[in-house]
C-alpha cells in the first residue's frame, strides 16, 4: 500500500522553527521528484518547494527562499522540510507529493499554525 505521511505540523510564534517529515512506504522516494505544497484556508494549493529525484536541484517559491531547506534521506525513505524565521503567513495545511512519469501520489497533510 502506497502511503506518504507528513509529521511534525505545530503551532508556532513568529520567528520560530519546524521541521517537517513525509515518510514514505509502499514505494521508494529514489526515482521520485519529492514536493511541499501547502493550502492556506480560502486559497489554492501552491508549491513551496521541489527537490528533484538526484537532489541536484531544489526549487523554491520566492515567499519561502532563504528561510525554507528541502531535504532528502532515500535510505530512510523520507524528505523533509526545515521552516526558519516562521511568518503568519505561513500558516496552512502542508502535504507531501511524490511525482515521476505515471505516478503522483499525496499525503494527507500536516497543520502548521504560526500565531503569537
Known amino acids: 500500500q502506497v502511503q506518504l505521511v507528513e509529521s511534525g505540523g505545530d503551532l508556532v510564534q513568529p520567528g520560530g522553527s519546524l521541521r517537517l517529515s513525509c515518510a514514505a512506504s509502499?514505494?521508494?522516494?529514489?526515482?521520485?521528484?519529492m514536493s511541499w505544497y501547502r493550502q492556506a484556508p480560502g486559497k489554492e494549493r501552491e508549491l513551496v518547494a521541489r527537490i528533484q529525484s538526484d537532489g541536484t536541484i531544489t526549487i523554491y517559491t520566492d515567499s519561502v527562499k532563504g528561510r525554507f531547506t528541502i531535504s532528502r534521506d532515500d535510505a530512510k525513505n523520507t524528505v523533509y522540510l526545515q521552516m526558519n524565521s516562521l511568518k503568519p503567513d505561513d500558516t496552512a495545511v502542508y502535504y507531501c507529493n511524490a511525482v515521476r512519469i505515471f505516478k503522483d501520489y499525496w499525503g494527507q497533510g500536516t497543520q502548521v499554525t504560526v500565531s503569537s
Open positions: 509502499g514505494f521508494t522516494i529514489s526515482s521520485f521528484a
